[in-house]
């Protein structure tokens, strides 16, 4: 009996680390892919606002 719950314990464990591990990994690359998106939209003046200029 206590090598069935030291397994279950050792599974939900291990599980956790590694879905941590896929956040860890994850949630960078989105905020990177982010940033490069909102680069391109500056760049390429897509934004949906108008720059006003200076009145005499």
């Known amino acids: 009996m206590g090598t069935i719950i030291r397994d279950h314990t050792l599974l939900i464990?291990?599980?956790t680390?590694?879905?941590?591990?896929?956040?860890?990994?994850?949630?960078?690359a989105v905020v990177l892919s982010l940033m490069a998106l909102?680069?391109?939209l500056v760049?390429?003046?897509i934004l949906p606002f108008q720059a006003e200029g200076?009145?005499?």
């Open 13 to 15: 464990v291990m599980t």
């Open 17 to 28: 680390i590694f879905a941590v591990l896929a956040l860890d990994i994850s949630i960078p």
């Open 38 to 40: 909102s680069k391109l």
């Open 43 to 45: 760049e390429m003046d």
């Open 54 to 56: 200076e009145t005499a």
